[in-house]
């Protein structure tokens, strides 16, 4: 299995921006498709952003298009999740995990594995 570490998170106020980064704890991710997802409190986990290896072709789910990007720096095997104009609605924990996009969503990949995840909180 993949594995990897999320960092980044933290408090925010309401307009608010962070970048969250995802890096493999042992094995590389490299030439995998990544994918962000987040978990909100009393909620299922949902896709929120990918980006694939060689393309960089990017994936977004509606409620954050315009406002997150997603990219990665395949040299230093890590992706990132910019985060702009944050709403209490973005207040989850966000996972980063390797992934499969088609069309305009993306899901987990089962070689993958679910990593601690960061908290973030949008303060209204």
């Known amino acids: 299995q993949v594995q990897l570490e999320e960092s980044g998170g933290g408090l925010v106020q309401v307009g608010g921006s962070l970048r969250l980064s995802c890096r493999p704890s042992?094995?590389?991710?490299?030439?995998?498709?990544i994918g962000w997802f987040r978990q909100a409190p009393g909620k299922e986990r949902e896709f929120v952003a990918g980006?694939?290896?060689?393309?960089?072709?990017?994936y977004y789910a509606d409620s954050v298009k315009g406002r997150f990007t997603i990219t990665r720096d395949n040299a230093k095997t890590t992706v990132y999740l910019q985060m702009d104009n944050l709403k209490p609605e973005d207040t989850a924990v966000y996972y980063c995990?390797?992934?499969?996009?088609?069309?305009?969503?993306?899901?987990?990949?089962?070689?993958?594995?679910w990593g601690q995840g960061t908290q973030v909180t949008v303060s209204s």
């Open positions: 042992g094995r590389a991710f490299a030439p995998y498709t």
């Open positions: 995990n390797v992934a499969g996009c088609v069309t305009t969503t993306c899901s987990p990949a089962s070689f993958g594995s």
């Open positions: 980006i694939t290896f060689a393309d960089l072709d990017t």
